[in-house]
């Protein structure tokens, strides 16, 4: 079997060793298509396990058959195939948006399902400088211009993206001459979408010297600027803070010696490590917060709330955020405590975790012997029968319990890269 040199260069972006256990999206377009035969290829020679799965969203007429071609093709390579169908948009809200969503989150729940060890997407060097224009639209900083990442963890799974460094048309020169057919997605031409907006704006750009492969290594530059920028933070982190009972606590002189950026880079990691979200927060919100923090002022954002004592500055969860929050012993209550038993207790369907609140401060009669701020215990986790305070962190602690975070130390200190 003679070598493609697209295999080759595809060969190379996915490293060594193979991922031995592989899957690829497969919407059918010319790009994924051109992955799956490729992949096909390198995997028939290398060795190793492949399989692929197509997302259908059941947007429009046709999809479901669509779905059912790639399936056609990859029985022929002698590939197992899945479809995923999403059924649960509710019409509100941003569709594309929306639609990208449920298709990482169903193609994450597949893949682990199926014991892959990484997930291969065909987003292509043309897809890279697309976004990189829409995100110059939207004012974005530096990891926002660093585009997409050739690889990213996310939901508990490894996506690779290895053909970023290869143009479209290349791809489909290759599919071209191998006499490999795919399916042309008309919503790929529907200027109402942004990026479809960009896509054709790439053609007026390219009199300015803005193509596609500039705008890569625009993206390039940018991540080993986001690189840096997030070593530094880590430096600053284990300089200036640190992590007590579920809280972060900066020293405010030291913190107000770094540059702006890492002061928000900081704040976006203690934000997260705090209440995890799947959007971070805006750059607006993080410097009033940077200010603040600075400044001494007492603040909220993202479900976090801050108190300045000094020279401390506690960042905790808001009380207001987990107030009603109710969790069954054997789950991770705000998404981040567990509480776990030590000896056999009382009967499990009678507990459950929830803040510790006023209530519960008021069955621990030494709390001011800590020197903790009454805000930062409120938003504690406390374990409860009925009204009755079993255990919590710090102010109520117990020989049968053991509290935990799903996310210690090192999940807040190593590098967010």
């Not at 992949?39 to 059941?58: E, F, N, S, W």
């Not at 976004?131 to 939207?138: A, F």
């Not at 803070?241 to 928000?264: C, D, K, M, N, S």
């Not at 923090?293 to 009380?319: I, S, Y």
């Amino acid at each position: 079997m003679q070598q493609e040199p697209l295999e080759t260069a595809l060969e190379t972006a996915l490293g060594a060793p193979l991922p031995a256990r592989l899957g690829v999206a497969v919407s059918g377009g010319s790009d994924s298509i051109a992955l799956l035969h490729l992949l096909a290829r390198i995997y028939a020679r290398r060795g190793g396990y492949l399989q692929a799965v197509t997302v259908d969203h059941g947007l429009r007429k046709g999809s479901a058959a669509e779905a059912e071609q790639v399936a056609v093709v990859c029985a022929g390579l002698g590939l197992q195939h899945h479809i995923l169908r999403w059924e649960q948009w509710d019409q509100s809200g941003n569709l594309q948006d929306a639609a990208r969503q449920a298709r990482y989150r169903l193609m994450a729940d597949w893949a682990k399902t199926q014991n892959l060890d990484a997930v291969a997407l065909g987003h292509t060097a043309d897809d890279q400088a697309e976004t990189v224009l829409l995100r110059l639209g939207r004012r974005s900083g530096v990891d926002g211009l660093s585009a997409m990442a050739a690889q990213r963890t996310d939901a508990g799974v490894l996506w690779l993206r290895p053909m970023l460094g290869i143009s479209r048309t290349a791809l489909r020169d290759y599919l071209k001459k191998a006499g490999i057919a795919w399916i042309d997605d008309p919503s790929n031409e529907d200027a109402r979408f942004d990026r479809i907006k960009a896509r054709q704006a790439m053609g007026a750009l390219e009199a300015l010297g803005i193509t596609a492969e500039g705008l890569g290594v625009v993206a390039a530059n940018m991540a080993e600027a986001r690189d840096a920028l997030e070593r530094y933070t880590t430096l600053a982190a284990q300089s200036c803070v640190r992590l007590l009972h579920g809280a972060i606590v900066l020293r405010r002189e030291a913190f107000a010696t770094y540059p702006p950026e890492v002061q928000r880079r900081l704040l976006r990691r203690a934000l997260d490590w705090i209440a995890p979200s799947s959007y971070p927060p805006r750059r607006a919100g993080l410097t009033q917060l940077m200010h603040a923090l600075v400044a001494g002022e007492a603040t909220t954002l993202a479900g976090c709330a801050l108190l300045c004592r000094k020279d401390d500055a506690w960042l905790f969860r808001e009380f207001n955020a987990v107030k009603s929050e109710v969790a069954s012993i054997d789950a991770l209550w705000d998404g981040r405590w567990r509480c776990l038993p030590v000896a056999n207790n009382t009967d499990p369907m009678l507990l459950e975790l929830r803040a510790l609140s006023s209530n519960g401060l008021k069955q621990c009669d030494n709390w001011r012997d800590f020197d903790l701020p009454r805000s930062v215990l409120l938003s504690l986790p406390g374990l409860w029968h009925g009204d009755t305070l079993l255990s919590s962190p710090v102010v109520k602690t117990s020989q049968n319990w053991h509290w935990e975070l799903a996310q210690g130390a090192n999940a807040f200190f190593r590098s967010a890269l």
